[in-house]
């Protein structure tokens, strides 16, 4: 199964209130990824985790936060959405330690700030 | 800054024909470059992928072409088909880098029966 899976897959939230969003694999990947992809633009990296580390990259180390309370899960934390924030939201997976390296996306999140 | 282009935004060809998608790259650090494919409600899924020590690289009706000295590639997809219609996305990966894919903007392709 090179299923991922993203909760919910539409989400409307109002601006200042806080946003989770919800990814699972069940590879067994080492690495859990978040990106964010606005209409005619490149999916954007957001941070990603390798095995219990997370790293975030530097434009977005602020707004973002993330928790992988096990290998399979992983979150994406927004405190206090903006109009800006309105995207969709890719998770993916890989398995970098051991070699292969290929991402598998979930289906996303379509994220909508009012 | 964009370290990965795709030329065009959309692309148009009629069934049967090749349709050729380009890509260009900054970094010359990439060493890997895979072409996602997304279908519309579903995630990008792995079409096809080169290494820089490859100037070509088959599989079935899609290949890449590939010219590291002018930091530029091109998928092209031979015998278009109408289920061919997607979005196409360019990566790139420098081996060093950990997880870190840069994606291109896309190229939504039509494929016109």
């Known amino acids: 199964d090179t299923t991922v899976k993203q909760n919910p897959r539409y989400k409307l939230a109002r601006v200042g209130k806080p946003v989770n969003l919800i990814c699972s694999q069940t590879m067994n990947h080492d690495t859990m990824y978040w990106y964010q992809k606005k209409p005619n633009q490149a999916p954007k990296l957001l941070l990603f985790?390798?095995?219990?580390?997370?790293?975030r990259e530097a434009d977005t180390f602020e707004k973002f936060q993330s928790s992988r309370p096990n290998n399979s899960f992983c979150s994406l934390y927004i405190g206090s959405a903006g109009l800006e924030y309105s995207a969709m939201y890719l998770c993916?997976?890989?398995?970098?330690?051991?070699?292969?390296?290929?991402?598998?996306f979930g289906p996303g999140t379509r994220l909508t700030v009012l | 800054q964009q370290q990965v282009r795709q030329s065009s935004q959309s692309l148009t060809v009629w069934e049967g024909e090749t349709a050729i998608l380009n890509c260009s790259y900054e970094?010359?650090?990439?060493?890997?470059f895979p072409w996602y494919q997304q279908f519309p409600g579903e995630g990008p899924a792995l079409l096809i992928a080169i290494r820089s020590v490859s100037d070509k690289k088959e599989d079935g009706r899609f290949t890449i072409f590939f010219n590291k000295r002018e930091k530029n590639l091109s998928l092209h997809i031979k015998d278009s088909q109408p289920g061919d219609s997607a979005t196409y996305f360019c990566?790139?990966?420098?081996?060093?880098?950990?997880?870190?894919?840069?994606f291109g903007a896309g190229t939504q392709l039509i494929v016109i029966p």
């Open positions: 970094n010359s650090a990439f060493d890997y």
């Open positions: 985790y390798y095995d219990k580390i997370l790293n």
């Open positions: 993916a997976s890989s398995r970098e330690g051991t070699g292969g390296k290929e991402q598998y």
């Open positions: 990566a790139a990966k420098a081996g060093s880098a950990l997880g870190r894919l840069h």
